[in-house]
């Protein structure tokens, strides 16, 4: 026997939960179809557990620096279990949320299994049938592990199961300088492993503006991280000594070895895992759904959101496209997921906050550029606070005055972005930012300060 729904959602993620209360609002018979836990990535592996222990971290080296505000203390020690436990703690809480307000909910009915196609309109899983006239495909993506020789032998870790180690390891290899490799390489060398990043580009986090990421080279270096760039790994094995990794960049044969090895190479698509061609679902050669500006996929009422999509994989991307998409089917609204001003964020120490174009990149656009730079070793609060690593840019149309990018590694970074990404969105100016008044003395008034620069 089949069950009937007016909507059938793929995934219990970001972009899925959005979507399905949404429609349960409008008293919608829904289906949720999750693989592995309310919440997906973000609250399960994700953006939440990785926080709670960059935020330890954070308290590790303050303690061990308290002595610049006159504060003498015993070397501190990590407790690692400890850190799990309060780790599984709160993503349990937010977990459970999630479960609740589905379970509460006369309108959702949760299936907790794999999911494949079995014909348009039809869905398996857990050896039942059901079907609906609409299907949201939020199924999001997992880590990307490379073709590497010699690596599926190896016990590597992953962005996920590296938060799951019973105790800490005395050193780490990381295969990747992007984001995930930042945040864990400073959060594992600040409880004491001694952590090497191999990254093939020349640079860390490529994608961002070159004086960034030799900023947070140079701070990460400092640290005690290992920092090499321009490596091309060949192979990888085990020995006596733990894992090794082989590279032959630099004309001869390098070997970098370490108790573990963790995988930051990426992310691949679940898209794998739900017989798409049964039902003509179109992916590119990366296995990312391909959707046009209202999340349509090329099959008849089916429709895609999230990081399944590709492009910039952050969750309050996903919200949004789960807020576009319910905005669509539900009311109706013509919407447009591209040209979005999509924020990122990178939860070192400190923090690194981008919106909009860089300075290459609206040059390349045909703009003229003016560039405003501001250290906040400059800033009466950064030196208040001890905090007096990074700078603001600011890239300005000259003749214009308008804002196009702002670029910020400091102190509470993702927080101070919001106001840039407000003068942004509605075409403000860098009068704007002169003209308005900010409290004295906070760390976002070094927004106004570099707006004169």
């Known amino acids: 026997m089949k069950s009937k729904y007016d909507l059938i959602v793929i995934g219990g993620g970001t972009a899925g939960s959005v979507v399905m209360h949404r429609a349960a609002a409008k008293g919608l018979k829904v289906a949720v179809i999750e693989a592995e ?24 080296a303050l303690v061990k620096g308290s002595a610049e505000f006159g504060i003498h203390s015993s070397e501190p020690q990590a407790d690692w279990p400890a850190v799990l436990k309060r780790k599984g703690q709160i993503v349990g809480k937010m977990r459970d949320g999630g479960y609740r307000s589905i379970l509460g909910n006369e309108n959702i009915t949760l299936f907790e299994g794999e ?9 398996r899983v857990n050896g039942e049938t059901i079907y609906t006239g609409k299907i949201i495909i939020a199924a999001g993506a997992r880590p990307a592990i490379p073709d590497l020789p010699g690596l599926a032998d190896l016990d590597y870790l992953t962005s996920t199961s ?36 191999l990254q093939r580009n ?14 947070i080279q140079k701070i990460l270096l400092e640290e005690g991280v290992n920092v090499i760039t321009g490596v091309e790994i060949k192979s990888a094995g085990r020995d006596e000594k733990g894992i090794y990794v082989l590279e ?24 794998d895992r739900l017989a798409l061609q049964s039902v003509g ?66 939860f070192t120490d400190p923090e690194i906050a981008v919106v909009g ?13 003016e560039i405003k730079k501001y250290h906040f070793e400059d800033h009466g609060r950064n030196m208040v606070d001890g905090k007096l690593k990074g700078f603001i840019k600011l890239v300005v149309e000259q003749d214009s005055g308008k804002l196009l990018g702002a670029h910020l590694i400091g102190s509470e970074a993702a927080e101070l972005l919001h106001e840039l990404i407000a003068v942004i969105r509605f075409e403000g100016k860098i009068t704007d930012l002169q003209d308005m008044m900010h409290i004295h003395p906070t760390l976002a008034e070094a927004i106004n300060s570099a707006s004169f620069k």
């Open 281 to 346: 679902v179109d992916v590119d050669k990366k296995g990312y759904i391909k959707v046009d500006s209202s999340f349509k996929t090329s099959a008849r009422d089916i429709w895609a959101a999230g990081d399944i999509t590709g492009g910039p994989m952050f969750t309050h991307k996903a919200w949004h496209d789960g807020f576009l998409l319910a905005s669509h089917l539900l009311d109706g609204q013509q919407v447009k997921s591209e040209g979005r001003l999509v924020p990122v964020a990178v």
């Open 115 to 123: 999911a494949s196609f079995a014909g348009p309109g039809h869905l």
């Open 202 to 215: 020349r640079r860390l986090v490529p994608k961002m503006e070159e004086d960034i990421s030799a900023e």
């Open 357 to 369: 174009l860089g300075e290459q990149e609206a040059k390349d656009a045909g703009f003229d550029v």
């Open 162 to 197: 590296i938060m799951e180690m019973e105790k800490l390891p005395e050193s780490l290899l990381i295969i990747g300088g992007g984001i995930i490799a930042l945040e864990f390489s400073q959060l594992f060398a600040r409880l004491g492993v001694q952590v090497t990043i």
């Open 37 to 60: 836990q309310i919440g997906g990535t973000c609250v399960n592996v994700g953006c939440i557990p990785s926080k709670i222990l960059i935020h330890t971290a954070r308290i590790m």
């Open 248 to 271: 032959e960049s630099s004309g001869r044969l390098l070997r970098y070895q370490a108790e573990k090895l963790l995988v930051a190479a990426g992310r691949t698509p679940n898209s």
